[in-house]
């Protein structure tokens, strides 16, 4: 791999090193490439918190020789909603069949344990990870990178993959697209499960249980109260979608501080269970949700943007990071076999036509059920469903039904992003890119 074995290895950028940043390096250097990441942090900090991985994120993964079980991998078997004021389960969803049906497995990571286990696999696979850059300037045509220091890059291919608060959509999509304010917040807390199993008022709840969702809405006050295991089922991922609050509006981060009196002023005439779970935790973040219009295009010159830089989206299918893994598998078959006649322009065009229409439909659902959860609204009004039907022609997802109803499953996890990736590489000399017709779930997609 890379350039000792590729005389034709193109030299690569990646700005950020999430998952997305992460992924798209491992997939680069799989194609023979040379890739240096810049990172602006020292990602020595906590990214806290857990992540469910749908079958289609672990396609990617699995091909890529992910340790699960070094990553403390939690299967997913259920989905349970309670009511919030009995326990009673008003609602029960299995996940059992879900490895066997699509291939791949349905599990939860903390953020840390899946994190160093992509980043390791990227500096296996001799990717440069350069921590403390920042990205401050791209120019698109020439493919150069400035950085805070002043110093510069100049690279054949800059992937931007720097998150929800990228400062370089405008310039790669050509539009001025700001990341906006939800209106909702998320209290973020992890708390052993020892802990509860040893708390007479909440064990019941989890006691004998199958690994997987355990949540309530609360309606009247627009709450969404969702736990689940992480770390080899030791840790429980909790997490509260709520109204934000005036004193939190302002918070910029992830990890951003709160407190647990915070979280359990949201539960006022809830069973005492769940103050009780909340009351185990040391300590709470509250992360501002955002929320970003769909982009026009993904690609401009020899730059690229993927993960949430180009299309972050609200967690109800728990697809972001699944859709930035299926970004990166695109770049290893788009960009494998290079030769000195392939241009780059066009592959990113080939790319865009390829990722645009799967990650804006994907975006479009998943922020449209989002207000469900919490409101019982659907948001299918006009405008939603002419920017959906630019590039989705198929039958509708059951917005209104279960988050995890079998069209759903079937549309995100029944996806195999390689298998669609080297479909497209056959339209790579074409004129127009992909005609019409090729690409599963995007056979008529009229995106531009
Ligand atoms: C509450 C919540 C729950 C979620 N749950 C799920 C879930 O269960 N499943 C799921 O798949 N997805 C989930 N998501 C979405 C998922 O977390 C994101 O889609 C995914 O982490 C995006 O990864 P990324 O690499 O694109 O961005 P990020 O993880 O934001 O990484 C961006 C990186 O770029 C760096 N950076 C930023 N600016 C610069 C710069 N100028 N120069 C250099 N480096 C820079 C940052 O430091 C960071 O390391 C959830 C999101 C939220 C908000």
Redesign the pocket.
Known sequence: MGSAENQHALQCAV???????LGAAIALRRAGHDVEI????T?KRE?G??????PN?NLVLDRWGFDAKRARQTMKEQYRVLNHQTLEVVERDSFENVAKEYGHSFDAYHRVDMHEEIRRLAEQAGAVLRLG????DVDCEKGVITFDDGSVVTKDLVVI???????FVDVVSGEHVPTQKTGKS?Y?TLIPFDRIMKDPLIAPIFDQQKSGFCSFINRESHMFFVTYPCRNDEVCNL?IFHDTKPHQANNEHWNSPATVDDALELLDGCHPAWPALVRHADSMNC?V?GRRDVIPRMTNGKVVL????AH??Q?TH???????LEDAAAFEVLFSNWSTEDSIEKRLALFNQLRLPRNVVTQLCSNAMFYMIASGDVDEGDAFMAALRRYWDGPLLPLSSKSWSKPIRDFFYGYDAFAEAEKALKYKDEPNGLPEGVIKHFGVSKGP
């Not at 810049?38 to 942090?41: L, P, Q, R, V, Y």
């Not at 993927?306 to 830089?309: E, L």
């Open positions: 700005v950020g090193a999430g998952i997305a940043g810049f990172e602006k942090s990602l990214i918190a857990a992540i469910t991985l749908t994120g850059s920042q990205a401050v993959a720097d998150g929800i608060k990228s400062r998320v973020r997490a992360y949700v993927i993960g949430d830089a972050p989206m967690p728990a697809q972001g990071g699944s859709m930035s």
